[in-house]
């Protein structure tokens, strides 16, 4: 392996005592820069360059004991070059912890090498790289013709921090997210759900009756940037479907909706009342985060008010050995005008949601007097 090593530690003294006059992309305190370069090319044809992300890292660099650096890493240099010559492998990785070894003068808190040994598929060139710090780093290799190559290294600590940031650049935006709810219906506090006079109550297929909810939720957080406070508001549409167990249908006549037992022989697969309605809740929301602004433990409640667009009833049946369906729409003396209580709860991206109508389901005296309950899992919507 060639020893490009030496001419490296004088290009790390040439290169730090040399800040106040190098040239440079232009460093301002007033705007941050993303990524700013110095590149130094020396006499023997070796080039260094330096990334830096804004010019307070650049600064910090003058605070090292360059003298002491300069004639450690010499010496983690020729430590780096025996590893290399007694390993197997064509790449050797060795790091010194200086500031651990000699704590209190101002020493890098590390330095990796990395060496590269001549192969079949490198014959004609060798590499080092150097990172301080972790924040300071650079990937040299240069080969037999002096023709170099720079890139610059970015540690899994710096990348994990980067995210972070953007991340929480994201959250102390307000924000809309999509929202994708899937779940069940049930009765509640039902009377007179027969026809007119019984007090029996409606018999729904629970797997049949069910509920889907798609909309958008604004989130407005209350607060100061980093509050796990917010609200959030819709709008929303809703379809609740409410299938029947047993022979039974829904029928409206006389200006009533009641659910009657089939007497014309047909047997049904099938028979249903669907609604659709559009809402808009009103939440107070607790959202907490980890230690890299990933949402943990959330929980959402308030209340929603609606409106019914419209409704109608399906029936699937067998008749004389063939399957036929009938669709029927009305507004089948539904309540149009919705109100009740609502809220989310979940962890990560795991999220279950409830819905109460305090209004009941039909008018008053115009069909089954209940009030509906949804429940289920909200797929989208963190």
Do not use: C
Not at 64 to 91: F, M, P, W
């Amino acid at each position: 392996m060639q020893r490009a090593f030496l001419p490296f530690s004088l290009l790390l003294m040439l290169l730090f005592g040399g800040l106040n006059v190098a040239s440079a992309t232009s460093l301002t305190t007033s705007a941050p820069v993303a990524k700013d370069t110095i590149v130094i090319r020396l006499p023997n044809q070796a080039t260094i360059t330096l990334v830096v992300r804004d010019a307070a890292q650049l600064r910090q660099m003058k605070t090292y004991q360059l003298d002491s650096l300069t004639s450690r890493l010499a010496g983690y240099i020729t430590q780096a070059e025996t590893a290399a010559k007694n390993a197997t492998s064509d790449q050797v990785t060795v790091q010194f912890y200086p500031d651990k070894d000699q704590p209190g003068q101002n020493l890098p808190e590390q330095i990796r090498i990395t060496t590269h040994k001549k192969t079949a598929s490198r014959s004609s060139s060798n590499g080092v790289v150097v990172l301080l710090n972790k924040k300071f780093g650079l990937d040299i290799t240069t080969d037999d013709d002096g023709n170099t190559a720079v890139k610059s290294t970015k540690s899994k600590a710096r990348k994990i921090a980067e995210s972070d940031s953007i991340r929480l650049h994201n959250i102390e935006k307000d924000r809309s997210n999509f929202i994708f709810d899937l779940g069940l219906n049930a009765l509640v506090n039902q009377q007179n759900g027969g026809a007119t006079g019984s007090d029996a109550s409606v018999d729904l297929r629970t797997g049949g009756s069910r509920y889907v909810n798609i909309g958008f939720n604004y989130e407005t957080r209350l607060g100061g940037k980093r509050s796990p406070v917010g609200l959030l508001i819709g709008p929303e549409f809703a379809f609740n479907n409410f299938m029947l167990n047993g022979n039974n249908k829904w029928v409206n006549a006389d200006g009533r909706t009641s659910v009657v037992k089939e007497i014309d022989g047909r047997e049904f697969q099938k028979s249903k009342l669907t609604t659709a309605s559009i809402n808009v809740p009103l939440m107070l929301q607790l959202k907490f985060r980890d230690s890299h602004h990933q949402p943990t433990f959330h929980v959402a409640a308030g209340g929603f008010v609606g409106y019914r667009l419209g409704a109608h009833t399906k029936l699937k049946y067998i008749e004389d050995g063939n399957t036929d369906k009938e669709k029927d729409a009305g507004s089948y003396n539904l309540e149009n005008f919705l109100y009740g209580a609502q809220g989310t709860i979940g962890f990560g991206s795991l999220e279950f949601f409830g819905k109460y109508n305090m209004n009941d389901l039909f008018k008053n005296n115009a069909g089954p007097k209940a009030q509906v309950v949804s429940f289920g899992i909200r797929f989208f919507g963190n």
